[in-house]
């Protein structure tokens, strides 16, 4: 594997700072993107709020356009200093990172159409950014296991949970009628979910008596039973904390293969497990 | 038991695609069946709505009746390959796939009635078509045990809950009185229920300042005691989950007996353990 | 103790079937004393609802005075047949039985201040009688350990709760303003208990961006910590429940002793753990 | 350290009384301190009641300076019966007690412009007082511990609700539009934070079929996933509590140091931990 360290000197060093956070240079570069993540779903924000876009509407654009280059620059980076481009581009942060920066490159192109309601949707792809920052969530590995554990059995549960919503639903459509707010099933399935979930807009609230009591039902239901998906987690959770069989967590680090990509390399790893590239050059 | 296998062997197999999925037949009935329950559901949601019923009335009609048919086959064709016809029909499933029918049919003989609300009710029963779903909740066995464990517990908890609640709303019947919302005592229950289980539609809200004080415990306490039932099943599924004294789980198939419709079969089982009918004719 | 076996045995007979669930007739005893209580709680309910009232004034008056007699010989049969009769009076349950009672005999002695405003709130302390329900809870002694174990640090829990919510509550009057609803302190502190505990009335909302803002991050934080009461009760409630010192949980009567009213006692019991009087006579 | 006990015998005696709670004085001091804090809050609500407040103006002002020169006098005394005043000062309750007293005398030098908004808010810092309380909430070290632990899993779990939160909120910015309240995507994350949380005020709602079909499924998310904060803190709290390696806990007792103030000596200690100085003078 040693004659592929003929490659680029270069190269490698920016997948180094790019790719991994163990050097102070890579520290720097995660920290930069993060801001510029952060700073640019701001921005998409305070667009939307049409006083402040007014007011400051060519201090928007101008930034925007800052923000999309250094994306830009970022992209294209990513695909050249990994072996595999194709790997990368097909991958799920590939495609976010695309959509970081198209929208905004459209707007010119259709920038006559400006009226359109599907370019506005369009520019708001750019909120998908924020997507970036699952790169920084991190190893919670523990939880997610947990999670994984027990999503069948809270998928069941909540698929019980919309059973109930449809029957509810329809009884209360029945009960209470188009005249007291619940104007068709759906409308009446929306409510039920609503009230199950003890969110309670109140929108839309039973009139009747007899519709009071069943939505009393429902909701001492939805406090009953919001039990379950929490005893479940809570049990997985406290299940695969201490399972003795379970080998002890391997340190990973952050470091990715600058081959293929492959990330969750052991700390005392030198080459990658996927395709064997060395992984420190 | 070998006598019985004279019977023919078409009922034999029908028996194993409609109650099975084991066989690949039998996987594509289940798959065309949920379909068809949720293009029904689908289809009485719809029909309620007013504006999609006036556009696509002969639509739904039609939709409808290629709907019933099809149930009104599974249903005859249940009855005729299960060997103890009675039991089936009998049975909670028997039950719903009959009332999955018939709203439809008596939708003709009273055709003249329309107006009647109490047939409207009746062609909401269709609804309950989704129990057909329950079917396919499957093996959660784990679950059901923790909740049959704690379900004493969680109802004398709710029990507490609900006398909490009658003494809470006509504390606030006298407190708030008629002029804020609470016209009588069932009511301020109900408000005290909505408030007790967090939902809050807000509906009715106390306004003089004792009554918002009262609301305040009453929200604390709702806050404070939701933990109850959660503690009681996640704690009672943890114990289900690593009992030393259980015995392994068995793995159940999704065979049924044509016999006697028995099911949970042990994988290896040759013989129905209720009748001893052969399983593999 | 022996020498105690002279009293009246319809003395001990009927102290059997009023204090005791073993015996047939107790259990008849029991089932009738519980219909009589919700049929009287149905009765206050419904006497609030002003249009029942009107029409069925006679009907309810002659039932609240049939059950109102029914609770005045239960009470002055468990007084008579207990040998310590001041012991039962001044019980919680003694209290309860005769605050049964008194409101309705009240109701003639000032029968000419009808229209009395404390009267009315006098004739619903009637909805107490459901604490006599309490009676039928029951042994769910583990449930009542967890909470016991549970009890001080849920109360620090809930006192960090209130602090937080007189701190949010001032900056939200400070943000929000008069003329947003937040009128003064103590009704944004209200509001910011609502929040916190989920219930969300939506009679007071914050309209300004800050003030949203704020909000979202009290219902985010309130979000969080209800996981902490939770966590609490099913970590001690689990605790509880596998303690290997914990002596096997003893198999308790219903009994009660006829000298000094104990309760608790062991199956095997042959004399009162209290006062030694004979249990079975 | 001995040469140190020749600081005045007052000093250390009102050291014991203001710092500790172990002896008779000490805990009278407390109470009476615990008193004038709750008595100080509940006076900064009243003032802000406008009707209460013109009512009763000299009875608020006068109840207030004579709370603000006791809080003065127990600063005053905590600065000079520690021996490192600075230390104490800088700390947490230092800065505290600090803000407990200076609104009131800022008060007087303001006096001429009483109108200012800004004075307003500074009188309500006084409600920061409140945070006195934090010193009674007491031992409840074992609950921290388990907080503690999963702090870092409940910021990765609140940034992953956050991230979900602005997405979802640009999806319903767009589809349900400024016309139906969604006025910009600030707000409309902020009607997500409400929903997700179970909150829901009703103050914005979902009008259109799309926006309730999608608010439905943030509903059942929010539902779904409130059991993940929860299950972890239980676990958490659980594995705290029976971790067979922790070290028995140790009695700590109320005293503090009075050279460096430092807390949690155990009860058989002698000397300061932190500087040796003797802690029985």
């Not at 639903?169 to 104007?183: A, D, R, S």
């Not at 069989?245 to 391997?250: G, L, R, S």
């Amino acid at each position: 594997m040693k004659n592929k360290e003929t490659k680029p000197h270069w190269k490698d060093k920016l997948h180094e700072i790019i790719y991994e956070a163990d050097t102070p240079t890579g520290k720097v570069f995660d920290i930069v993107l993060l801001i510029a993540i952060i700073f640019s779903i701001v921005l998409v924000m305070l667009e939307s709020v049409k006083s402040f876009d007014i007011k400051y509407h060519s201090f928007l654009n101008i930034s925007e356009w800052i923000i999309t280059i250094l994306f830009t620059i970022e992209y294209v980076l990513r695909i050249i200093t990994v072996k595999k481009p194709w790997r990368y581009i097909t991958s799920f942060y590939g495609v976010v990172d695309l959509l970081s920066t198209i929208p905004k490159y459209l707007s010119i192109i259709f920038a006559g159409t400006q009226g359109l309601i599907a370019l506005r949707a369009l520019r708001l792809l750019r909120v998908f950014r924020i997507l970036k920052l699952a790169r920084y969530l991190g190893a919670s590995q523990h939880l997610a296991n947990a999670l994984k554990a027990s999503r069948a059995k809270i998928s069941v549960f909540l698929f019980a949970v919309l059973i109930a919503c449809v029957i509810f639903g329809t009884i209360m459509y029945l009960v209470e009628g188009e005249e007291n707010g619940f104007t068709n099933i759906p409308k009446s399935v929306y409510w039920c979910i609503v009230t199950l979930t003890t969110v309670g807009f109140g929108d839309i609230a039973p009139v009747t008596a007899l519709g009071q009591f069943i939505a009393a039902i429902i909701m001492i239901l939805g406090y009953g039973i919001i039990a379950v998906p929490t005893g479940i987690v809570s049990a997985e959770y406290a299940t695969a904390s201490k399972d003795p069989n379970k080998p002890p967590p391997i340190d990973l680090n952050s470091q990715s293969c600058s081959n293929c990509n492959a990330k969750r390399h052991k700390d005392s790893a030198q080459y990658c497990y996927r395709c064997g590239e060395s992984l420190h050059l």
